[in-house]
């Protein structure tokens, strides 16, 4: 969590741009806009606030995923239900081979 706080006060309090920020911490642009992309999200303003320790820091700008299962699909009702039901396959059976 070094590095974002580096990141947030890079930005913040030196105002230095992506390109700069990258550049100075040997990383990528892309890796710099999504941490700050994360903290804006998070709601994360520099400086940080009191007692805002680097667990904190890093729950709030990667939060564990939630799983979200998609919804159970029923079966399509293709009537085999209702003809075992009825006892259709027995009735149909005995029929064939009762010859």
Do not use: C, N
């Not at 947030?8 to 105002?15: C, Y």
């Amino acid at each position: 969590m070094r590095r974002t706080k580096e990141i947030l006060r890079l930005r913040f309090e030196s105002g230095l741009g992506l390109r700069q920020i990258a550049r100075g911490l040997l990383i990528s642009v892309g890796t710099v806009h999504d941490y700050l992309q994360r903290a804006e999200t998070a709601g994360i303003k520099w400086p940080l606030p009191e007692g805002f320790d680097d667990d904190r820091l890093e729950a709030a700008l990667f939060p564990q995923p939630t799983m979200l299962l998609p919804p159970r699909k029923t079966p399509p009702d293709t009537g085999h239900s209702m003809l075992v039901a009825k006892g259709f396959f027995e009735a149909a059976a005995s029929r064939l081979f009762m010859t």
